[in-house]
């Protein structure tokens, strides 16, 4: 990973430096944090950030309800609540999973603190230090940064353009079991892939499940994007053809992130385990939060809300690859989502997103080197592109700057001829189709 | 503890059972919360949960307050956050832990998702598999469950009814790593000791601290009660005479703890990492509920709030201590904590709290056996009463109920006889000084 380590110098002023435990030495400040200093300044177009643009929510209405749910329920949605999540929260979550062809019951849900602290759970009654999670190349890197914390071995698997390479799969548990590994679960986000936005077609899915059954690997589906398809409708989640999977889900982008509502969805036996870590980990996930949410799903047009989301994400998806497709120079190619937050970038031979981003900064356009989504170095060509929050006309423009920076950057290799040999890391991006553009 | 084990069938039909983690050995269903389904009905006087009284929130100004700030601040309050927790917030957390003599820098502040939380964290980055943490004996029960989470070993220090005694600690420190064991921190809860409701008076914390200095030794101080003093004013915390003390404070208490919101006051390097490990594991805390929270402390008068409650609480333990002084039989002693929300009672010998639960709930009472709060299978003659949560009239009518349990318990083992000798642990309670009613 693209992390910062801490410096040296920080390291000899901690006081407490051997007091620590183990699993901190891979906790670093995370490239997505550090970047967040920079785009975060106004006259930069910031094309990093996966926040949500939650603009269009009925602030006015939604105000009015808040009043109504304090005045009427207020005791209890401020008071304590159940470690696995109030019931009426776990029973509209069954609801809204129904929408992605998942068959649940209610009582094998636990509510987590956003879809992060529930990585966090599944991570920490499965993983022993030196265990393998198996996650897409490129994966999630605040999955990863999660994985990390509890010392888990991650090892990447394969991608085309319709996801996770099921051979590949195959090849890596077999491989890893006869090394002595203990693979603990696959880790997979079927659905516009963070950070590449690809998505696996349903056929995939089944064959990537069979391996999975064959070999008795766990298979942890994280889809916090899946309600966000723009073209037809999404597709049926793994976890809708395999009780087995244990399955995350989120209100963070279909309605709001502020209020930190996630979920898993887990076999009996593990979600009892589940809660018993919920419990240890936050007494109860946050009750008002789960008050407010289920008042919002009870009131107001949740469905009419997630189709303008969808709309106003498909105009913000529209401009960047658009903008990619006026403003990259030669040998760049792209993803085209069909949903979620963001399109991977695949730079000319010979660049690296990293050395670029300084330059990139200079022309007011940032992103998220490739690197930050590996486990192990690879990455350095690619660049993580999010479409999700600034406007159609600034996306547009900041493809722009990125056009101009990439092209300055080739023009100095033309003309100072820098050594690419050091970037064979390289070839393996996306594997056998590198150009899914 | 006191824990119920998953049944030897429960085992034994699940799937997963080679799969878990080593640390989910210690993740059993608590006391606490097999008690809940029990507490709950209707019929019976809880004297088990810890739940605060939050009934005198003024609900109809505070809903309003609520539609108000969606409508101007909803935009950021339910978008992501800081993973430290929001600026505004940690200031205003400053200007609380002022109430109790403690200078700090907002950025030495981290917001956790409840002090539950906080200790999650605190735990995570210090504590390797057997490393050791001492607490008060007893201690949290809660926080027990986190400190097992993390495969930590506790150790128990002897107290007093002036709390903690600094000749044990020492003696305990020094045995420790005299066996070779890594002492990481001392838990501790000077104000109102969860479960004992004792409290340390500023000698006592002087003399903790100087113990801990000297060995070097960290101490974490958890203090969600300090605030609901009773008569006279709080004490100075210790963090206000060490700024090494790592300091856990929460709103749940103060305010409502439906939002989940606590915090850690660290030194700058601990602050660092435990960023950084609150991004692993949940991104940021409830960012709608520190924006709440905010909200009330700007526009409500919440020390007047606080009054509020110290009255209320005052009214509920004036009950309970009235009520055991009027039906508890000969024998039986228990504490008088000046706030917080719990008495620690000592049965008359021969008698073992987790054995007499049944009858008491016969007579429609309910408590938590000492045992809970002991790592090590202590406390078998005590219980934990909470006052905090019924009507005087309730919790007065509570005590009648037990000292008739007790006392029918009491005529049992007149008639036949008991053997006392397996309750020969229970000589440790409270060490010297036994009966501090």
Redesign the interface.
């Known amino acids: 990973m693209s992390s910062l380590e ?1 410096s040296r110098r ?1 390291t000899r ?5 051997d ?6 030495g891979s ?4 490239a997505v ?1 550090a970047l967040f200093a920079v785009a975060n300044r106004p006259e930069v177009v910031s094309l990093a950030g996966g ?2 643009n ?2 269009d ?1 009925p ?2 209405d ?3 309800s ?6 009427t329920k ?8 159940s ?1 696995q999540g109030e019931l009426f929260m776990r029973e509209k979550i069954v609801e809204v999973m129904a929408e992605e062809a998942i068959t649940a019951n209610p009582d094998d849900v636990v509510i987590t ?2 879809s ?2 529930a990585l ?1 759970l599944v991570t ?5 230090p030196g ?1 393998v999670i198996l996650a897409e190349a490129p994966s999630y890197v ?1 999955a990863m ?2 994985f ?3 010392q888990a071995q991650i090892h990447h698997v394969e991608m085309d353009e319709d996801g996770l390479l099921p051979d590949a799969l195959r090849q890596a548990v077999v491989a890893l079991r006869a090394a002595g590994k203990a693979v ?1 679960f696959l880790y997979t986000i079927p659905n516009f892939n963070n950070p590449t936005g690809i998505t696996q077609p349903l056929e995939r899915r089944r064959e990537v499940l069979a391996v999975a059954r064959e070999l008795g690997v ?1 298979v942890v589906e994280d889809n916090p994007y899946g309600l966000l398809t723009i073209e037809g409708e999404p597709i049926d989640a793994m976890r809708s053809m395999d009780p087995e999977v244990i399955y995350l889900g989120s209100f ?1 982008k279909t309605f ?5 509502v996630g979920w898993v969805l887990a ?1 009996h ?2 979600r ?2 589940l809660t ?2 919920q ?11 789960q ?2 949410i289920a008042n919002y799903l009870d009131n107001f047009d949740w469905r009419g809300q997630i189709a303008t989301f969808r709309s106003m994400y498909q105009a913000r998806r529209d401009a960047m690859l658009d903008g990619l497709s006026a403003h990259m120079p030669t040998g760049t190619t792209w993803t085209s989502p069909n949903g979620g937050f963001f399109v991977w970038v695949t730079l000319p031979e010979g660049l690296d997103s990293q050395a670029l981003l300084p330059r990139a900064v200079n022309e007011r356009v940032a992103y998220v080197p490739g690197t930050a989504f590996y486990a192990d170095g690879f990455g350095s060509r690619n660049m993580r592109l999010s479409y999700c929050f600034p406007t159609p006309e600034r996306i547009y423009e900041g493809t722009r700057r990125l056009g101009k920076a990439i092209a300055d950057e080739l023009e100095m290799h033309a003309t100072f001829g820098l050594d690419t040999g050091e970037h064979r890391h390289t070839d393996r991006n996306l594997g056998p189709a590198p150009d899914v553009s």
């Open positions: 801490p920080d002023l901690d006081p407490y430096i007091q620590y435990a183990d699993r901190t906790m670093t400040v995370s944090r926040m949500p939650i603009a929510l602030l006015a939604l105000g009015a808040f009043d109504q749910l304090i005045q207020g005791v209890q949605a401020m008071q304590y609540g470690g603190c956003g992060q602290q966090d920490r009654i499965f993983i022993d265990d605040g940064g999660t990390n914390a509890y603990k766990l963070s709001a992130p502020g209020f930190r076999p036996a593990v009892e385990r018993i870590a419990e240890a980990a936050v007494l109860s996930p946050p009750v008002f939060s008050f407010a």
